[in-house]
């Protein structure tokens, strides 16, 4: 009996919260919340809804700018422009994902949220009233630069949803993601 009262597991220590921590008040606010956050929830899918409208809101008019910009000598040629300028926002931000990570670890998640989002409303407007084909390549190419967006999100769905939620958390993102 002696032994089986050594190999009881040892009580959790109790946990220590500081003043103006940031990661200690999402703490303390999931310790205290027993429902589902739908505020939050909510917020990350209209956030992301935003951010995935630049992917796929300009393919169905892309042949028609193209052929507007006089780019193409021939009409067969207007899917060969058509593909750098969809493909542009994805180069820009294959090339500054990482970058978005390391200063949403730095500064917060939600400063780059904010950011990406009105870089989104900036640069999508821009895109819009381009008259030459290299300012929607290069409007294009600094939107998918400066949307820093998805990494952020999806570590803010971790902080603000319980353990047993995380699941709905993600697919939130993933639903409002995939229903642009």
Avoid at 10 to 22: F, L
Avoid at 58 to 71: G, N, S, T
Wanted: proline share 5%; charged share 15%; hydrophobic share 45%.
């Amino acid at each position: 009996m002696g032994e089986a009262a050594s190999l009881a597991p040892a009580p959790a220590p109790a946990k220590t919260y500081y003043d103006g921590c940031p990661g200690c008040a999402i703490d303390r606010r999931k310790e205290s919340s027993t429902g589902i956050p739908y505020r939050e929830l909510s917020f990350v899918g209209i956030t992301t809804f935003v951010s995935s409208l630049p992917i796929t809101s300009l393919f169905p008019f892309l042949y028609f700018m193209i052929q507007d910009l006089h780019v193409a000598q021939r009409e067969e040629d207007i899917g060969f422009y058509a593909g750098f300028l969809g493909a542009s926002y994805m180069v820009g931000r294959a090339f500054a994902s990482i970058f978005w990570g390391m200063v949403a670890d730095r500064i917060g998640r939600k400063p780059v949220i904010a950011f990406s989002i009105l870089s989104t409303i900036v640069f999508n407007t821009l895109f819009g009233l381009s008259v030459k084909y290299w300012m929607a390549i290069t409007t294009r190419l600094l939107l998918g630069s400066l949307n820093g967006f998805l990494a952020p999100i999806k570590a803010y769905c971790i902080e603000v949803c319980r353990d047993e939620q995380q699941a709905l958390g993600m697919s939130t993102v993933i639903l409002f993601t995939l229903s642009t």
